[in-house]
C-alpha cells in the first residue's frame, strides 16, 4: 500500500531572498579555501588594470581575497548589506551583476599601472550606496528612511573611497559606489513610474 507523499514545509519568502545572499559570500569562501589549499594561487586573476588578457578578473575579483582577514571584514557587512538590499527591493542580482560589471571595468580603465585588485569591497560599496539612494529616487518613504539609516552605521564608508591608506583599492570602492548611486537612479526611477495612479 503506497503511502501519500511527505509534502516539505516551504521556506518563508524572507529566506528564499536572502539564500542568494548567502550562496555569494560561500563562493568567496571556498574560492579562499581553494586559494589556501591547492597551490594555484588564485589571486592573480584579480583585475590588472588595462590589461585585455586579464578581463576575466572584472568578474573573478569579488570572489578572491587577501587571506582570511580581509574576507571576513567584508563578509560581515556584504551579508548585512546584501540582505536589506534583497529584502527590500527585487533588484539584488541586477545591482550585483551592474555593479560587479560597472565597478570593474571603471578600476579595469583607471587602476594603478602594475596593480592587481581583488576582493569584494567594491560590491559592498555598491550595496551601500544603492541602499542610500534607492528610497529617495524611487519616492518610497520607509526605503529612504532606511536609506538614511545606512548611511549612519555605514557613513564612515566614505573615506574609503580615497587614496588614503596604501595597498588599499580605493578605486574599487569609488567606482563601486559610482555604479550602486547609477544603479539606484535608474531603477528607482523606473520603479516609480511603474507606481498606479489613484483614480479620481
Do not use: C, K
Amino acid at each position: 500500500m503506497s503511502q501519500p507523499a511527505t509534502r516539505r514545509p516551504d521556506l518563508p519568502a524572507w529566506a528564499r531572498r536572502v539564500i542568494p545572499v548567502l550562496v555569494l559570500v560561500a563562493l568567496m569562501w571556498v574560492s579562499e579555501i581553494v586559494d589556501l589549499v591547492l597551490p594555484l594561487r588564485l589571486d592573480q586573476f584579480g583585475i590588472r588594470p588595462r590589461d585585455p588578457g586579464h578581463l576575466a578578473g572584472i568578474v573573478l575579483s569579488p570572489f578572491l581575497h587577501l587571506g582570511f582577514g580581509h574576507l571576513l571584514a567584508n563578509t560581515v557587512t556584504l551579508l548585512v548589506l546584501g540582505s536589506l538590499l534583497a529584502l527590500t527591493t527585487r533588484h539584488l542580482w541586477l545591482v550585483t551583476g551592474g555593479v560587479v560589471l560597472l565597478g570593474g571595468l571603471g578600476v579595469w580603465l583607471l587602476g594603478g599601472p602594475g596593480t592587481v585588485h581583488i576582493g569584494a569591497s567594491g560590491v559592498v560599496y555598491g550595496y551601500a550606496a544603492f541602499l542610500a539612494v534607492y528610497g529617495f529616487v524611487a519616492r518610497r518613504v520607509w526605503q529612504a528612511a532606511l536609506g538614511l539609516l545606512v548611511v549612519v552605521v555605514y557613513g564612515s564608508m566614505l573615506w574609503g573611497v580615497l587614496p588614503v591608506r596604501e595597498g588599499v583599492s580605493w578605486q574599487a570602492h569609488l567606482f563601486g559606489a559610482a555604479a550602486g548611486v547609477a544603479l539606484a537612479v535608474w531603477l528607482g526611477r523606473r520603479d516609480r513610474s511603474r507606481v498606479p495612479l489613484a483614480s479620481r
